[in-house]
């Protein structure tokens, strides 16, 4: 079976563009969840969805960044005027419960690189 | 203090050694906590999850400490297949239960 899918797998942009990135969870998944992981770094955590509410986003570091899952399946993480700090790995999971049993089911994440 | 912190490492260790991690969180009321596995340019993956009794899954040992609030993973016989970086995974009560916060990860490379 397929498994949670993240387009574009690389992202090179200009400092001041606009960027988005896409995540199509595991087919019956109703949480979503966003973590973004720098270098050396371990994931840190940006959002959740349960179905199409976003649930929790105080992980999101400023107003710059807002996500959507309009129809509670694929979701879209949308990043306005990046800047080089936004550089990382934006990680997209999904699972059937809640993070309580502990297995979130990642994508391999889309590299994004502001110049 | 950051809520989960490890020993980044690098491990480098023989095949057959063994190895142990260990990883210490700062909420006292935390109720769970796992071990990922990330392979290098890949994504986190669930090991195994980590109980009070302790727990075994093969050649890998989870322990809890509540009273420290540490953790430990124990990997028996290392296979040149378990070099990755772990990573410490916690969730912290009040958070909810979908929120799981994460270490920096120890690096380990097992040699041939």
């Known amino acids: 079976g397929a498994g949670v899918s993240q387009t574009p797998s690389n992202k090179v942009t200009e400092k001041g563009k606009y960027v988005e990135l896409r995540c199509d969870p595991i087919s019956g998944h109703t949480a979503l969840y966003w973590y973004r992981q720098s270098l050396g770094q371990g994931p840190e955590f940006l959002i959740y969805?349960?179905?199409?509410?976003?649930?929790?986003d105080s992980g999101l570091p400023n107003d710059r960044f807002f996500a959507v899952r309009p129809e509670g399946s694929v979701s879209t993480l949308k990043i306005q005027r990046t800047e080089r700090g936004d550089s990382a790995v934006y990680l997209c999971?999904?699972?059937?419960?809640?993070?309580?049993?502990?297995?979130?089911?990642f994508g391999e994440g889309s590299r994004l690189t502001v110049l | 203090r950051k809520e989960v912190e490890q020993d980044p490492g690098p491990f480098n260790v023989p095949e057959g050694a063994t190895v142990a991690f260990n990883c210490t969180y700062s909420?006292?009321?935390?109720?769970?906590f796992f071990w990922y596995r990330q392979d290098c340019r890949k994504e986190p993956k669930l090991l195994m999850s980590?109980?009070?009794s302790g727990n075994e899954d093969g050649r890998f040992t989870a322990q809890l400490n509540r009273a420290s609030q540490y953790i430990s993973l124990l990997i028996r016989d290392s296979k040149l297949s378990d070099s990755a970086t772990y990573l410490c995974?916690?969730?912290?009560?009040?958070?909810?239960?979908?929120?799981?916060?994460f270490g920096k990860g120890t690096k380990l490379s097992v040699i041939p």
């Open positions: 999971a999904s699972s059937s419960q809640g993070a309580g049993t502990g297995e979130l089911f």
């Open positions: 980590v109980y009070s």
């Open positions: 969805f349960q179905g199409t509410g976003a649930a929790d």
């Open positions: 995974v916690v969730n912290p009560s009040g958070a909810g239960s979908y929120q799981l916060t």
């Open positions: 909420n006292s009321a935390s109720q769970s």
